[in-house]
């Protein structure tokens, strides 16, 4: 090969060869958008009209698009690793949303859901003008006709959730009110509700509404007009009511043994 092919050669190699590129060329300049979280509790007044304040949250009374609402905030985990905490927080968030849901299908009244906002773990809902049925158990306010009337619809409101597969979680006489303008009963609270046709978990929902609605002499009778409603509406009824014994020869048990 002569000297002048050689040369010619060696130039189409280098035309060959990409520029070399510095590190600085190399790499990609991302740009972080930071975004803002609106304290929407702190915006409507929230933290200055605190209701109650319990182990899971606290709740708080606001004007929610010109409507009287309430505003249920969960307590962050301090003991929980931050991304495990923001998810199981959310989770809860949305089966409490949808347990509320489900249960106004099945002809439960429930508080008209609002919205839900994940950022500030909370749940926006109707506020119920009305009182729980422990205020008005503790009250001694009740007619033996009106605790036959509020047993029956309650037995009904929970036969009818046990036989569309809610389980409420927290049946208690403080997640059950009475709406002043009509006296209809309103289950609120379904933090703990969760799907299941397990007979098992329908006798704790109900041993957990007996345990509270009887505390009195006088409430107690309520208790046997829930059950005889729900016997009347659940299609289920039998298998729920064998359960429901075993759940309370246990808790008795327990009660006795300490």
């Given amino acids: ?153 309650i037995g009904r409101v929970v036969a009818a959730m046990h036989d569309g597969g809610l389980i409420h979680g927290d049946l208690t006489t403080s997640n059950i009110l009475l709406r002043a303008r009509d006296q209809k009963v309103v289950v609120i609270d379904f933090g703990l509700a969760h799907n299941s046709i397990i007979p098992e978990d329908k006798g704790v929902d109900l041993y957990v509404l007996e345990r509270a609605i009887t505390v009195t002499h006088r409430s107690a009778a309520m208790f046997e007009h829930v059950m005889a409603a729900y016997k009347q509406h659940s299609r289920q009824w039998s298998a729920s009511f064998n359960k429901f014994a075993e759940v309370r020869m246990r808790g008795r048990k327990r009660s006795m043994i300490g």
């Fill in 1 to 153: 090969m002569t000297a002048t092919a050689k040369r010619k050669a060696s130039e189409v190699v280098d035309d060959a060869v990409p520029p070399t590129t510095t590190a600085e060329a190399a790499t990609t300049t991302t740009t972080t958008t930071t975004t803002k979280v609106v304290d929407l509790i702190k915006n409507l007044g929230g933290y200055d009209n605190m209701i109650s304040q319990g182990a899971e949250g606290r709740v708080f009374a606001v004007t929610f698009l010109g409507k009287p609402a309430i505003v249920k905030q969960r307590f962050e985990k301090t003991y929980r690793h931050p991304i495990l905490d923001k998810k199981l927080t959310k989770s809860r968030l949305n089966m409490e949303a949808r347990g509320m849901m489900r249960a106004r299908k099945l002809g439960v009244i429930t508080p008209t859901l609002y919205y839900v906002d994940t950022h500030q773990a909370a749940i926006y809902m109707e506020r119920v003008d009305g009182a729980s049925l422990k205020e008005l158990i503790r009250a001694g306010a009740m007619t033996e006709e009106e605790m036959r009337d509020v047993g029956e619809e």
